[in-house]
């Protein structure tokens, strides 16, 4: 039997023996992402914004949370009226300077979407794996909870768990990040649960999973090499779809007023604190806004792309 | 198929009571209570012996597990109670004055979505292959995408700040026509995408093949034959895009300064109002239920495969 199974490895050399490049299903993945142009684009600005996010207390020229009692509060960017480049992109109603908290706030959109998802992806592919792979009633039981979970409506979730918890405690810790984070990963990992589950129901009829169980593999062991890995694409096509979710989550939340906690700089809640001056310095709000729609753009290109590159199959009529 | 439904209506059932329950103690594990807000000035907290009169009043003083069967019983024959900060009006009155603002903006956002959705879609899948179909699937692609608050917020400021041309504040019936299309953008988008996947897989069907090799112009074969299939996905996306719409306008509504459900219910959970967090609460959960399982009855009615299947 082993000696079988690594007989399919070599016939892939085999192939490659044929003066034909070997493609695997990654490579090729990768290639055809390439020739997508706003996929690549939107790779890229989010590259762009990742390193500016990392690098956001080397970049900002001021700290972003300090009141100065020296600078002039609402002074325009440096291309109108009055604006100066010692603050190039203005200061806000508290005088803090908005480059630095735009800066800043990138930081906080990129973490608020990375972190819950991979909370997500462990939570909810582990339940799906464990799910589909036990099957029958425990699966049919599992998917219960599931489902009541995936009919509770998010946003208002999201809006009485904030507003009830982040003057506690809890809610305090980072910024109020911890309680944004708890409160996506309880949301978010039925999706992802949903997803794993199709995949390891499909998978586990397959002949290379029966063959891993005929040569002695233990069921962790199969979940974890082969059913896991075979279910990879459709999960990244999902995380590249959730990161925006919760990037625009936090944006909303914070927009209420009920997201991150002052002085923390996010873009929603910057466009939360520029809003009563949208008719006398309209340009406040519009520069948080236009990064929150441009970030939410290039994740939706690159999701797209990704989409269509993981998937050969999908509907190519899209 | 009708016994699949009746099971559909039943699972509502532990959903509603599990949104009932979380929000229940999510909103009284918060700090302060309803009040605050009558002991004048904020942060100073009431007279202690009046705070316990109030809380004898409400209930409040019960232990919390026994307030929340209280609550359960009262909800079950459909009694929701009365509001603890805007006094003498019951949650069922409030709900009544807040929906109708987000009905309206809700409603025309889905006429504006099915109106520009649909003749797009349409066109974008006749076009296949085409410089508009691919300029049609970047727009909905870029509008589906930007948030409807950002949306609103640029329309605010293009058309009120800018242009003059609508009010600022919530006043007469253009107040509605901003908020609306802030909302059904995503929706319009949404809708295109589908209605052009469908179109095109309806385009291949042997009867439309049929029609067009008995020599029917193109036109007739487009409106009769595949239209008419093309649209069974977004009649039944119709109910959950409503719902959708409706709670959507929590955000909106914040932007435009509109008295409806979502200020109502961002205000009863600043206010501490508890019964009226509860209500809104499940209202808002029944109505995006009630619209996801439109999807299965709209399924049922739309494609007689379904309906004369088991009847």
Redesign the interface.
């Known amino acids: 039997m082993v000696v079988q199974l690594s007989g399919v490895e070599r016939s892939d050399q085999a192939v490659a023996g044929l003066d034909r490049p070997v493609r695997g299903l990654w490579s090729d993945a990768w290639r055809r992402l390439r020739k997508n142009k ?1 996929a690549v684009a939107g790779l890229a600005y989010i590259g762009v914004m990742l390193v500016l996010a990392i690098f956001a207390p080397l970049l900002a020229p001021y700290d972003p949370n300090n009141i100065p009692s020296d600078a002039f509060s609402n002074t325009p960017p440096f291309w109108m009226d009055g604006g100066s480049w010692d603050h190039p992109l203005g200061t806000d109603s508290l005088a803090r300077d908005n480059l630095s908290r735009l800066l800043y706030g990138a930081r906080v959109s990129m973490i608020v979407g990375i972190v819950p998802t991979v909370i997500t992806v462990l939570i909810g592919a582990t339940y799906g794996i464990v799910s589909g792979w036990l099957g029958g009633r425990w699966d049919n039981i599992l998917m219960r909870l599931v ?2 979970v995936y ?3 998010s ?3 999201f ?3 904030q ?3 982040r ?2 405690g809890f809610g305090r810790l980072l910024g109020g990040l911890m309680l944004l984070f708890v409160a996506f990963a309880i949301t978010g990992w039925n999706g992802m649960a949903r997803l794993v589950r199709g995949q390891t129901l499909s998978l586990r009829e397959k002949e290379f999973i029966e063959a891993a169980r005929a040569v002695g593999n233990t069921p962790g062991r199969i979940m974890l090499r082969h059913v896991l890995p075979n279910s990879l694409a459709p999960i990244i096509v999902s995380v590249s779809f959730s990161i ?1 979710a919760y990037i ?1 989550a936090e ?2 939340l914070s ?2 007023g009920i997201g991150i906690r002052p002085p923390n700089a996010s873009w929603g809640s910057m ?1 939360f604190q520029a ?1 009563p001056l ?2 006398f310095m ?1 340009i406040f ?2 520069m948080p ?1 236009l990064l ?2 441009m970030i ?2 290039a ?3 690159v999701g ?1 792309g990704l989409r269509d590159a993981l998937d050969p199959q999908s ?1 190519r ?2 | 198929m009708v016994r699949y439904l009746i099971n559909r209506v039943l ?2 059932i ?2 509603l009571w ?2 009932a329950t ?2 229940f103690f ?2 009284h ?4 209570g309803p009040w605050d807000a009558r002991s004048g000035a904020a942060g100073r907290s009431l007279d202690p012996s009046l705070e316990a009169s109030f809380n004898r009043q409400y209930g409040l003083d019960e232990p919390l597990i026994v307030q929340y069967f209280t609550y359960l019983q009262n909800s079950v024959t459909l009694n929701f109670g009365d509001s603890f900060v805007q006094q003498g009006q019951s949650v069922i009155e409030i709900i009544g004055d807040g929906f109708p603002y987000s009905a309206r903006i809700g409603l025309l956002a889905l006429v504006m979505a099915l109106g520009i959705g649909i003749p797009v879609g349409i066109l974008a899948a006749v076009k ?1 292959n085409t410089m508009t179909d691919y300029a049609s699937l ?1 727009v909905t ?2 509008s ?4 409807d ?2 949306i609103a ?2 329309l ?2 293009v058309f009120s ?1 800018h242009l003059d041309l609508v009010p ?1 504040l919530f006043t007469d019936w253009r107040s509605y026509i901003l908020p609306a299309f802030a909302l059904g953008t995503g929706s319009a988008a949404f809708i295109a ?1 589908l209605t ?2 469908s179109v ?2 309806a385009m291949r069907h042997d009867h439309v093949v049929t029609a067009r090799a008995k020599g029917l112009s193109s036109r007739a074969v487009i409106s009769r034959h595949v239209v008419r299939n093309g649209m069974i996905p977004v009649i039944t996306i119709i109910g959950p895009a409503f719902a959708g719409l409706v ?1 959507g306008t ?2 909106i509504e ?2 435009f300064g509109i008295p409806g459900m979502g200020r109502l ?2 205000d009863s ?2 206010t501490r109002d508890y019964p009226v ?1 509860m209500g809104v ?1 499940l209202f ?2 029944f109505f ?2 009630l619209g ?1 399982l439109m999807v299965d009855v709209a399924y049922v009615f739309a494609d007689p495969r379904i309906r004369d299947s088991q009847g």
């Not at chain 2, 589906?144 to 948030?147: E, G, K, S, V």
């Open positions: 706003a489902d009541v009919a509770f409506p946003l208002l979730l809006i009485i768990m507003a009830s918890l003057d506690t925006p625009l944006a909303s927009f209420l466009v809003f949208i008719t309209p709000v519009i806004s929150i729609a939410m753009i994740f939706a290109f797209d509907d009529q899209r | 699972w509502t532990p959903v599990l949104v979380v929000t999510l909103m594990t918060a700090p302060g296949h970047f692609t870029v589906y995408t930007l948030p608050f950002v917020i640029f605010l400021i700040v600022i995408r052009r996947s095109l897989e709670t929590i955000i914040r932007v219910f961002i959970i600043s967090i609460t808002y959960s995006i239920i996801n």
